[in-house]
């Protein structure tokens, strides 16, 4: 049934909650498994624009998505990874269709709904904005 699957982590405790229910979820279905990862600082969003050097954050999260990607290959995935800056719930819907896919399988945070008025929720928006299956699964 799931053929492509995006993960989006985040580098924070609360991705290994996703990557053990993606886990058994590729493993189920045989699916390809596309890491993504969307940077939101300051040096990350204008890099291109500036020509900056990568920020300390680019490094972290490129380093970061090949471990995790590293840990699957050697488990028999099919796995890439994607690194991407700018607005991250509309960066992760474009990365979801372009790339074909046809489930998101997000972790998401256990905060209230004031916080999430107060803060925006990743999870809530990429919901809204695809007609992908959209897999949530609440931190630990």
Known sequence: MYTRILVPLENSEADQTILDHVLDLARLHRAHILFAHVAVGFAARYQDALDLQDSEEIRRARAYLASVKARFEEDGFDAEIVLETGDAASRLVELAESNECDLIAM????????????RGSVAHAVRHRTRIPVLMVPSR
Not at 107 to 118: K, N
């Open 107 to 118: 972790a998401t945070h256990r905060h209230g709904i004031f916080q999430d008025v107060l």
